[in-house]
C-alpha cells in the first residue's frame, strides 16, 4: 500500500538522522570531555583546575587572613586626635584668686563653654585667641593655651576634653539594634566591638555578611567566619562603613546528581561531601563519576599561584572549573577538605554509558512506530 509504504520509508530515515546527529540528543550540560577540550584552547574563558591535596591547602590559606590583607589590621590613626567638627571644653585654673580666670577663688575654674572645632581646624580661647585644635591630642592643644596665657595669667593650668566625637567614628547599619555614628575610643575598636556598640545583631549570625567599605573599597566576610576566626575580626578606622547585610548562602548543583537544585547552608565553613550528600549525591545510573566540577570565579593573583605559568585573565578575576576524581580513591578526600563558598555552582556530567543508554532509548523509540507500521502491513497484505 502506497500510503505503508510510504511511512515506513519516513520512519526509517527518521532513525538514520538520529544515528548520525547524537549531538542533538537531550542533555543536561556538557560531557567532562568537552569541558577539558575547551580548556585547552587560547581563547578558553575559563581555567580548569584539578584539584589535588596542594589545591586544596592553597585554597584553605588563602581565606585566612582576608581583610587583614587586603584593608590590614592596625590603628592608622590614633582615636584621641581631635578633628574638624568636634565638639571640645576647655577649662582653666589659675594659681592666685586675682587671676583672670580665678573668678575670685583659687580653687574655682573657668569654664569656656563648648565649641566645635571650626572647618580651618581652630578653637577660641579668650585671651589665648585662636588655637589650633584639629590633628592634635587633647594633650598638645592644652599646652598650646597654657603657652599662649603664660604672660597675662598666672601660673595656668589648662584641661582640654573632647565632648562629641563626630571626626573619629564609624558608622554602623544595616540588620543592628541600633544603626548610626559609633565614636572610638583611645584604645581602638575591632568589628566585633562597634557592632556590639550598636546592640549587636537583629537576626542569627548565620544568615548574616559583614561589609566594610573604606575609602574607595569594600570587602565581605561571612558573620559566622567574623567571629570564628580571630583574623578577621580587624582594627577600624575613622570613618569606615560597617553594614550588616542579610545574605543567606547557596550553592546549585546541576547534571548528574539525585537532585537538581539550589540549597542554602547555614554551615560557617561547607564542605563538598556535605554539599553532594544534601542532594542525596551522584546518580549512580549517570553520573562520571572523573567529571565532578565546582565553577567558581576567582582573584587572578590566587589562580597564578595554583596554576603557575599559565596564561590566565589579564583582569582581576579569573572564572575558573575545578575537577574531582571520585575514581581515585584519594577524591573522597579531598571532597572533605574542598570548602564550598556562597553561589558556587557544582555541575556533575554525565558517563558516557549514560549517554550510550540515553541513545539506545531514541533509537528504541523511534524504532517502535516503525516496527509497528511493518507488522500492520504484514497483516494487511495477508488479507489479499
Excluded at 546527529?21 to 585547552?40: D, F, R
Excluded at 582576608?66 to 576647655?90: F, H, P, W, Y
Excluded at 562603613?241 to 561547607?270: C, H, K, M, W, Y
Aim: some cysteine; overall charge positive.
Amino acid at each position: 500500500m502506497p500510503f505503508l509504504t510510504k511511512f515506513t520509508s519516513l520512519s526509517l530515515a527518521a532513525i538514520c538522522l538520529s544515528t548520525t546527529s547524537c549531538t542533538v540528543m537531550p542533555s543536561s550540560g556538557p560531557s567532562s570531555g568537552q569541558i577539558l577540550q575547551e580548556a585547552k584552547d587560547s581563547y578558553s574563558p575559563y581555567t580548569v583546575i584539578p584539584v589535588t591535596q596542594g589545591i586544596v591547602s592553597l585554597l584553605s590559606s588563602s581565606l585566612d587572613t582576608q581583610l587583614a590583607e587586603t584593608l590590614g589590621n592596625t590603628r592608622k590613626r590614633s582615636s584621641s586626635i581631635i578633628g574638624v567638627g568636634d565638639t571640645v571644653v576647655v577649662s582653666i585654673w589659675e594659681a592666685s584668686p586675682d587671676g583672670l580666670f580665678s573668678g575670685g577663688s583659687a580653687k574655682g575654674a573657668t569654664q569656656i563653654p563648648e565649641q566645635p572645632v571650626s572647618e580651618s581646624g581652630t578653637i577660641s580661647v579668650p585671651y589665648a585667641g585662636t588655637v589650633q585644635a584639629a590633628n592634635r591630642t587633647p594633650q598638645q592643644v592644652k599646652a598650646a593655651i597654657e603657652n599662649a596665657l603664660t604672660r597675662i595669667a598666672i601660673q595656668p593650668q589648662v584641661l582640654v576634653s573632647v565632648v562629641k566625637n563626630v571626626s573619629n567614628t564609624v558608622t554602623v547599619t544595616g540588620e543592628v539594634a541600633s544603626s548610626g555614628r559609633i565614636a572610638l575610643s583611645p584604645r581602638g575598636e575591632k568589628l566585633l566591638d562597634v557592632i556590639a556598640m550598636a546592640g549587636g545583631p537583629r537576626i542569627e549570625s548565620h544568615q548574616l555578611s559583614v561589609q566594610i567599605t573604606r575609602g574607595r573599597r569594600t570587602e565581605t566576610v561571612p558573620m559566622e567566619r567574623l567571629i570564628s576566626d580571630p583574623s578577621e575580626n580587624i582594627y577600624v578606622q575613622s570613618d569606615d562603613v560597617i553594614a550588616l547585610i542579610r545574605q543567606p548562602r547557596s550553592f546549585t548543583v546541576f547534571g548528574a546528581a539525585t537532585a537538581n537544585a539550589s540549597i542554602q547552608f547555614d554551615e560557617s565553613q561547607l564542605f563538598l561531601n556535605q554539599a553532594l550528600a544534601k542532594v542525596g549525591g551522584l546518580n549512580d545510573e549517570r553520573a562520571n563519576a572523573r567529571g565532578v566540577f565546582i565553577y567558581r570565579t576567582e582573584p587572578t593573583s590566587l589562580v597564578q599561584r595554583m596554576v603557575p605559568g599559565k596564561v590566565v585573565s589579564s583582569g582581576a578575576t579569573t572564572n575558573v572549573i575545578y575537577q574531582i576524581d571520585l575514581k581515585d580513591p584519594n577524591g573522597f578526600f579531598l571532597l572533605k577538605g574542598f570548602s564550598l563558598r556562597n553561589r558556587d555552582l557544582i555541575y556533575i556530567a554525565n558517563s558516557s554509558l549514560a549517554e550510550v543508554r540515553k541513545f539506545a532509548t531514541l533509537v528504541s523509540s523511534t524504532a517502535a512506530p516503525v516496527a509497528q507500521a511493518a507488522s500492520v502491513g504484514s497483516t494487511l497484505n495477508n488479507f489479499k
